[in-house]
């Protein structure tokens, strides 16, 4: 199996490690480099290098050691930033992480202009936005290899609805499109397609609107269970694990098709938005339109549509101001 480099950027942090962590278990991984301001980085890489697997890992704290850390990568994955507390929103993030990513997405235009780079820091939907306005203003954006990270709204959608339906299917066998973005009600859940057909049937449609409501706002379940004390690190490195193993699994050469957020014509006045997308070894070779809607999945596209164009904008403007 073809091995790849991979770099994790905010590697010491909640998700930053139990990510590194399922990395280092990943057979597609050779090279794995763990990079964050924090001065246990080296040491971070040091415990899990001692990991009995083929690859190799290392750990790089400080700006200076950014270069390096992502000189050679393949795919860059960046959790790096402030998470929220009870009462904020991922909006509330934006002026401290906005700068983070930008600074990030400098270093991969200058070492690895050629990676995939996945962005899980939030607000997502605005430092996607960000890091592609970077990228363009070094003259090296690829729009088939940004990515914002929406895998965890897929992974608490297949567990919520395997159990709304009672025990019929496993979580791990559901399929369902979350569409938009990652904040609020910018998730949009398509239940009205999961897969297997009619595992939901017997639900009525409060039940559809309570659930949708429950995916929509569990990030905010974590937060406020966390008490202050962060919000989701180990269902987003498993989240982040699963979509890092089908981007190397594309890298490899398969043809594999996840939600993420991407550069997007799907919607008409959003030119970043999340749907389903056919990724190959050059990136997003496809992004899948959003098929037919529930007129509550329809009404819910068009109340997104305001607050992810706002997020979109804003991002945007930050990289414009900064110039
Ligand atoms: P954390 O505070 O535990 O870890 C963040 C890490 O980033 C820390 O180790 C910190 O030192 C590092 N960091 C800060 N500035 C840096 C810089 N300039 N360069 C490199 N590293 C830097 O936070 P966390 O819980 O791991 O969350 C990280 C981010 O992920 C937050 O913004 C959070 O909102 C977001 N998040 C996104 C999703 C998603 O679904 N996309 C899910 C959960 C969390
Ligand atoms: C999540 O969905 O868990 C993350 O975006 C973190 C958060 O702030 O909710």
Redesign the pocket.
């Known amino acids: 199996m073809k091995g790849f480099q991979v770099a994790v ?2 590697a ?5 490690q139990p990510l590194s962590l399922l990395l280092k278990l990943n057979a597609r991984v050779s090279k794995l480099h763990l ?4 001065p246990i980085t080296p040491g971070v890489g040091v415990d899990l290098s001692h990991c009995d697997t083929s690859s190799t890992c290392v750990g790089f704290a400080g700006q200076d050691a950014l270069i390096p850390c992502l000189t050679g990568c393949d795919l860059v994955i960046i ?6 507390k009870p009462g904020m929103t ?1 909006d509330d ?1 934006f002026n401290i ?1 906005a700068g ?1 990513v930008k ?2 997405v400098e270093g991969i235009a200058k070492a690895c202009p050629n990676a995939f780079v996945a962005i ?3 607000p ?1 939907n605005s430092t996607v936005p960000i890091a592609a306005e970077i990228l363009k203003a070094n003259g090296v954006y690829d729009k088939r290899r940004l990515f914002g ?1 929406t895998t ?1 709204d897929v992974v608490r959608a297949r567990r919520f609805v395997a159990e709304k339906a009672n025990g019929v299917v496993r979580p791990e066998d559901v399929d369902i499109p979350v569409v938009g973005g ?1 904040a609020g009600k910018t998730i949009l859940p398509l239940l009205s397609q999961v897969a297997p057909a009619g595992c939901l049937s017997q639900l009525s449609q409060a039940d559809v609107q309570a659930l949708t409501a429950r995916i929509q706002d569990a ?1 905010t379940e974590v937060v406020e269970a966390k008490a202050g004390g ?4 180990l269902s ?1 490195a498993y989240a982040a694990a699963q979509f890092a193993e089908s981007c190397l699994r594309a890298l490899s050469g398969e043809s594999v098709v996840e939600c993420a957020y991407v550069d997007s014509t799907v919607v008409e006045g959003l030119n970043f938005f999340a749907s389903k997308v056919k990724l190959g070894p050059t990136g997003a070779e496809e992004v899948f339109g959003l098929g037919p809607l529930s007129p509550f999945e329809q009404e819910g596209l068009t109340q997104l549509k305001a607050e992810l164009k706002g997020s979109i904008d804003k991002g945007v403007a930050f990289v414009s101001a900064a110039a």
């Open positions: 950027l905010g010491a942090g909640g998700i930053g990079y964050d301001v924090a959790p790096a930033g402030v998470p929220r991922r993030l992480n983070i600074t990030l899980i820091s939030n997502v990270v965890l990652h990030g962060g919000s989701a690190t987003m």
